[in-house]
C-alpha cells in the first residue's frame, strides 16, 4: 500500500504514540522534552562544528586520522535546532504544494524522502553530522548517493569510513539494508553513538504525537495519529541497529 494511501484511512486510530522502550536508561534524566525537540539551548563546541563536548573531541580525532590518510572531513551540517528544522520543512512544503501543485498528503511523503518533522530531527541532539571530503572537486549539491559510490568524489572517504569512524564512535543511521523502511539511504550522515543512543533512549518516552499536537507548522493539519505513529516507527527506530 503506498503511504499516501496509508495516511487517509487512518485517521481515526486514537492511538497513544509513545514507542515503549526496551528498556528504561539511567541517563534518561539528563535529558529534557525541549532538548530533545531541539528547542533547548545547549552548549556545543567547535567553530562550523557544533558537537555536545564530548562528540566534538571524537571528531577531531577521525578528522585528523582521515586527514593523515588523505581525506579532509568536512561538516555540511551539524546542530540544527527545532526553528531551523521548521524553516526546511515550510520551505519543502510550500516548494511542492503551491510551486509543483502536490497534493499536502503527497507533498508531506516527499518531504520525509529525506527531512524530518521538526521536532523529530536527530540534528537536534548535537550528536549526529553530515559529512563529505573537502579535497576532491564536487559540483552542485554535495549531499547525493552517487558521490559516495563508485567514481564519485567521496568514494575514497566513504570507503575509510566504513573501516574506520566506529573508532571514533560514530555510526552510518540511514543504511542501505534494503529492508530498511523510513528514510532514504545516506552515506553522509553520521552519528555519535555513546551520546545518541541515550538520547534516543529518552525520546521514545516522549508522547511525540501530543508533543506535535502542539505545534502548527505547515501541513502539520494534515497528519493523523497512524501517520505519526507509523513515521515514528520507520523514520526515527528503523535504523542502523547498532544505535538503537
Ligand atoms: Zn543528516
Known sequence: MK??????????TGLACTIPPIFPNIFDAKYSTEELMGKEKIELFGEGINLRREAYESFLA?????????????IVSSYRDF?????IWERKYQQYTVEEGMAPLDAIDKIIEYSTIPGTSRHHWGTDIDIIDGFPEASGDVLLTEKFEVGGPYEGLKLWLDKNSAKYGF????????RRRGFEYEPWHYSY???SIPMLTAYRRLNILKLLQQENFMGIEHFTNGFVK????????????VLL
Open 171 to 178: 555510526y552510518l543511521v540511514y543504511t542501505n539494508n534494503p
Open 193 to 195: 553513538a555513546s551520546i
Open 62 to 74: 577521525m578528522k585528523k586520522a582521515a586527514y593523515s590518510d588523505g581525506f579532509d572531513i568536512k
Open 230 to 241: 507509523t513515521y515514528l516507527q520507520d523514520h526515527i527506530l528503523d535504523i542502523n541497529p
Open 3 to 12: 503511504r499516501r494511501t496509508f495516511i487517509k484511512t487512518t485517521s481515526a
Open 83 to 87: 526553528y531551523h528544522q521548521e524553516r
